[in-house]
């Protein structure tokens, strides 16, 4: 699990990067879709970042492909989450500061249990420095997890979303899919679908183990 949070923040702090170099090319690879995040937005880069964890866990000796989840909550245009009122509405979301300094969302709200998801700042390097937080800024939060590493992958997908409603209505804001485009109905059933095949394709193989 920390190298696969470790890998999520590197995926932020290269994003800065690509995105700085390439700020001045006309290209955008997002043309014709529909996403509101301009290109070699340092959110591209982590979840791309995700995507090569998901395919090296494929290739593991781990017998079936890991599933990992992605959502992000953008700060509305022009706008960004700031200071002790960020703070104050991921504590009151049940997210606790914890391990490579950034959030993490605990079975029990209070800090105990299973850690179930991560938050991460959608800006570099993607963590939070709680020392000086009165001065902390960032666009958006990158909220996942990896369905290896739970118990149970449905209920923590269920909290996610929970979670992240009660932060639009803290902090507002949209929710994005890990294709970085609006949060549909649609996306949110086939998100499950994914979950439950993992599921599946994990009990079967450990039925043969």
């Not at 395919?55 to 245009?77: N, R």
């Not at 997210?95 to 079975?107: A, P, T």
């Amino acid at each position: 699990m920390t190298t696969f949070i470790l890998l999520i923040l590197a995926g932020v702090c290269a994003g800065i990067y690509f995105w700085s170099k390439k700020q001045s090319e006309p290209v955008n690879r997002y043309r014709h879709s529909k996403t509101i995040l301009p290109s070699h937005h340092p959110v591209d880069v982590l979840v791309d970042t995700v995507l090569e964890v998901k395919e090296m866990k494929s290739m593991s000796s781990h017998p079936t492909p890991d599933c990992v989840i992605v959502l992000y909550l953008m700060a509305s245009d022009g706008a960004v989450y700031s200071g002790y009122e960020l703070l104050q509405a991921l504590l009151s979301a049940g997210l606790r500061y914890g391990k490579q300094h950034i959030f993490h969302r605990h079975h029990h709200k209070d800090g105990r249990g299973e850690i179930l998801f991560h938050c991460a700042s959608a800006t570099t390097p993607g963590t939070f420095d709680l020392t000086k937080i009165g001065a902390f800024s960032c666009k958006g939060l990158s909220l996942f997890f990896s369905a290896a590493s739970i118990s149970e992958p449905l209920a923590a997908f269920d909290c996610l979303l929970e979670t992240i409603d009660q932060l639009v209505e803290d902090l507002g804001g949209k929710v994005l899919d890990d294709q970085r485009v609006l949060l549909t109905k649609e996306r949110m059933v086939k998100y499950r679908q994914q979950i439950r095949a993992y599921e599946t394709g994990k009990t079967t193989a450990d039925m043969f183990a």
